[in-house]
């Protein structure tokens, strides 16, 4: 299992979605700054450009575009999966939006 498949696995989890505090400040604002203007939401966006530098390097890609390609689509899953997943009620969604989350990543990514 790749370093980036492992990480998957632990933004993925129960133990992230019950710990925010703990988390990622990419899926935890990013409603936030999406309304909000200056200083925020220029950290904001050096905060997402981070994350997009350090998983393009973990994608292993020789040819750098796609690999900002595949970066740019993984962390939006994750962090669209992660953010629904805390908003939902339904344990059994919960499990549903990770499992499918994780797999669609694996086959687009790792195939």
Not at 3 to 22: A, C, K, Q, V
Not at 74 to 96: E, H, K, Y
Request: aromatic share 6%.
């Amino acid at each position: 299992m790749s370093i980036l498949n492992s990480s998957w696995w632990h933004y993925l989890s129960t133990w992230h979605r019950d710990h925010p505090e703990s988390g990622c400040g990419v899926a935890d604002i990013a409603a936030d700054a999406a309304r909000g203007v200056g200083p925020a939401r220029g950290s904001y966006t050096r905060q997402v450009k981070e994350c997009l530098a350090v998983i393009a390097g973990l994608t292993g890609n020789p040819n750098r575009q796609d690999g900002e390609r595949e970066a740019v689509l993984t962390l939006s899953v994750l962090v669209g999966a992660i953010s629904i997943a805390r908003a939902v009620d339904d344990p059994d969604l919960f499990q549903q939006i990770m499992a499918n989350a994780a797999a669609a990543l694996k086959q687009c990514i790792l195939t």
